[in-house]
């Protein structure tokens, strides 16, 4: 849908406001107190449940040429108060917003609605061998155009973009985020994420990412976060060869790993599909159309070779495509039957009957 003018927008958020303050689901957050009895005698059991989730609503509007309450997302997220406990939503009209945005973990229940991720787009340009304030570089994981350290943040219709120039092959210190996201139980859904190496950090947490657009050249998603990507669309621009997802799980012990579920994977290679970032790394393709741009072999191993790879969990169920052939069926990569992949397609990978509403699965 497109929109004539800012006012416009507003007004169509502002309904749309009103529909999310009555349809929202946060779940319930509640701790069980009193004094307890034996499994068999729960019917005379009492217990007082005390709340602890978020209590109402706040509506803040952002429109870049000064129609909001404010003219950049950061001013917005700086209104909301330390140890929020309200959901917030945060309305975003069209508009480029150059600027560098951070989340902090004390401002959780926070929601960025754009007017869709191709007419609303927060950027900027950092790069890894770019300096900070203090003048040393900043290193990846602080090149984010948007960071993310609250629990249960959410996006919907709205792009994260890093502008800074895609890498040649063999440049160090181009790696440039555009999103980045360490908090617990987010959720995006129809969101553009725009970037060229290393464009999405799933850092840590527990995320389920629907129907977005991730783009990008070399490991443009990586991170060791416990993630569901469904019905997204994976578009590599790599140039000589790329690669998709890296992930960092260290750890038999980690339950982290990514699941990606009826995707789709296109643009330019040649791509590996997966790298083993972490020693114990896991990705799974589930339902996934593949275009003809895979690599031969399909997956790397990240040069772990103390093991031969024993470690990692690479798996594939029931994808098609040109370039399928290639994802499966090689020493890397394992064919999983429905029982060893029906961890990897239900949304209780990432425990979502517990944060994420029924009808946003």
């Known amino acids: 849908m497109e929109f004539s003018s800012s006012s416009c927008f507003s007004s169509f958020l502002l309904l749309f406001y009103v529909c999310f303050c009555l349809c929202l689901a946060t779940p319930p957050l509640v701790v069980a107190t009193g004094n307890g009895s034996s499994c068999n005698n729960t019917n005379t059991t009492r217990h007082h449940h005390k709340w602890i989730g978020p209590i109402g609503h706040r509506l803040i509007t952002v429109d870049v040429n000064g129609s909001g309450q404010f003219r950049s997302v950061q001013d917005a997220v700086d209104a909301v108060p330390e140890n929020n406990r309200k959901n917030v939503m945060i309305l975003i009209s069209p508009g480029h917003y150059i600027e560098k945005v951070v989340v902090p973990a004390t401002k959780p229940y926070i929601t960025f609605q754009g007017a869709g991720r191709e007419t609303t787009f927060i950027e900027w340009h950092d790069r890894a061998c770019d300096r900070g304030s203090n003048g ?13 350290y609250a629990n249960y943040f959410s996006a919907r219709n709205i792009s994260f973009k890093n502008t800074a120039p895609a890498p040649k092959p063999g440049m160090q210190g181009w790696q440039a985020v555009a999103f980045r996201i360490s908090g617990d139980k987010a959720y995006f859904s129809g969101c553009g994420f725009y970037g060229a190496q290393d464009t999405l950090c799933d850092d840590a947490g527990r995320h389920y990412f629907k129907q977005c657009y ?7 998603i990586f991170g060791n976060g416990r993630s569901m990507y469904k019905e ?20 038999p012990d980690e339950k982290s790993g990514f699941a990606f579920v009826n995707c789709t994977v296109t643009g330019t290679g040649p791509l590996y599909v997966g790298r083993a970032m972490g020693q114990y790394s896991r990705i799974v393709y589930s339902y996934t159309y593949f275009d003809n741009l895979v690599a031969q072999g399909g997956w790397d191993d990240w040069d772990h070779v103390n093991n031969q790879n024993k470690t990692v ?14 994802v499966g069926g090689v020493g890397r990569a394992k064919e999983l039957d429905f029982g060893t992949a029906h961890p990897f397609l239900a949304k209780s990978f990432v425990n979502g009957r517990h944060w994420i509403a029924p009808w946003d699965v």
């Open 214 to 220: 991730i783009e990008g050249s070399i490991d443009f």
């Open 136 to 148: 040393q570089q900043l290193r990846t994981y602080q090149t984010a155009s948007v960071t993310v």
């Open 313 to 326: 969990f690479f798996g594939v169920y029931k994808c098609w495509g040109p370039g399928a052939a290639a």
């Open 232 to 251: 997204c669309e994976l578009h590599s621009i790599a140039t000589r060869f790329g690669s998709i997802a890296a992930h960092d799980r260290k750890s």
